[in-house]
């Protein structure tokens, strides 16, 4: 089985950064895409960023300058960096990785448990 965990969420002001993290562990061959969701109440999850096992990255719009995610393959973890965040971007963050798990040859996706950002003054 493979594990997910988020570190990173909290309050922060309007203009203000956050970094999260997401560190996958267990029975692991390969990582291939990982990547960050949000939910805010009363909304559906969208995805933030992606990034590829070759480092290729997407945004949305909205956070393109703003946002970057990364990757750590040797400690099978993902980040993304916030910065100049807004109000409307207070909600759950999840991270997101598709994972071929040991002796399988699919992929699987897991989710994290979501860790609450709340941008407010």
């Known amino acids: 089985q493979v594990q997910l965990v988020e570190s990173g969420g909290g309050l922060v002001q309007p203009g203000g950064s956050l970094r999260l993290s997401c560190a996958a562990s267990?029975?692991?061959?390969?990582?291939?895409?990982m990547g960050w969701y949000r939910q805010a109440p009363g909304k559906e999850r969208e995805l933030v960023a992606r990034?590829?096992?070759?480092?290729?990255?997407q945004y949305i719009a909205s956070v393109k300058g703003r946002f970057t995610i990364s990757r750590d393959n040797a400690k099978n973890t993902v980040y993304l960096q916030m910065n100049s965040l807004k109000p409307e971007e207070t909600a759950v963050y999840y991270c997101?990785?598709?994972?071929?798990?040991?002796?399988?040859?699919?992929?699987?996706?897991?989710w994290g448990q979501g860790t609450q950002v709340t941008v407010s003054s």
């Open positions: 997101n990785v598709r994972v071929v798990p040991t002796f399988q040859i699919h992929e699987y996706e897991f």
């Open positions: 990034i590829s096992s070759g480092g290729n990255t």
């Open positions: 267990g029975s692991i061959f390969r990582i291939n895409d």
